[in-house]
Structure formats: C-alpha cells, structure tokens
C-alpha cells in the first residue's frame, strides 16, 4: 500500500510540474503569485526527493534492507524542504502571509504530511527489527 501512494502521489506531483512548467496547465494570478517563481535549484531539489522516494518505496516493496536508510532520507529531504519553504520567499511563507484561515491550513497540512512520513519511517525500522527485510 504504500508503495503504491508512494507511486501515484509521484506520479501525480511530476505531471502537475511538468504542467506547469510548460504552461499546459493555467493557474488563477493569486496560486501563481505563489508558485510561479519556483526556482531550477528547488524544482531540482524535489526530483531528487521523487527519485530519493520511488527508490524506498520500491526498496520496501521488495522487502530490502535499505529500505529504512532510504526512508529516512527521504523524510530529512522533507524536513529540509519544508524548512527552506518557511524561509522568507518560499511557498509556506507566502501562504502565512495570506491570512489566518491559510495559515492554519497550511501548518496543519504541513504536520499531518510530515507526521505520516514519520510514522512510516518508524513503520519500516520496524519491519527491519523484526527481520522482515532481507
């Protein structure tokens, strides 16, 4: 199961980019006032975490030992970016900047995402623990 969110939710996440990024896909003035100055160094930052979270997706579908260390890279490269989106100018400091209901939408998506990139980190060191992986 997680292999396939993994897979669908990266999926998803490249076509909408590469939509974007071609023009293919018209946003409204204020969602591009948001993400329309992404920079090359960010939008190769998150196909690295694509790459970094297919590889651990696919490392625990097949059961591997280094699904756990590519997991947990996976979350650091989350952390990282969330942080560096909080800094002034990026995608989550805007959104602060929008009001309180945005604000309060955006913390809580923020921690629920990263929650569950906790959990199932914690989820496959588990499965480590127990011998599962090979």
Request: aromatic share 14%; no cysteine; net charge positive.
């Amino acid at each position: 199961m997680i292999f396939l969110f993994y897979v669908l939710t990266s999926a998803s996440g490249l076509v909408f980019q590469g939509l974007l990024l071609f023009g293919a896909y018209p946003i409204p003035p204020e969602q591009q006032a948001i993400i329309g100055n992404i920079s090359v160094g960010s939008r190769l930052f998150g196909l690295l975490a694509v790459v970094v979270n297919l590889a651990a997706a696919t490392s625990l579908w097949l059961l591997r030992k280094s699904a756990p260390y590519l997991f947990l890279l996976s979350v650091t490269l989350g952390f990282a970016s969330t942080a560096w989106q909080f800094l002034p100018g990026g995608i989550y400091a805007k959104m602060l900047a929008m009001g309180l209901l945005i604000s309060v939408v955006t913390m809580f998506s923020v921690v629920v995402g990263l929650s569950i990139s906790v959990a199932i980190v914690w989820y496959v060191w588990r499965l480590q623990r127990q011998g599962v992986l090979r």
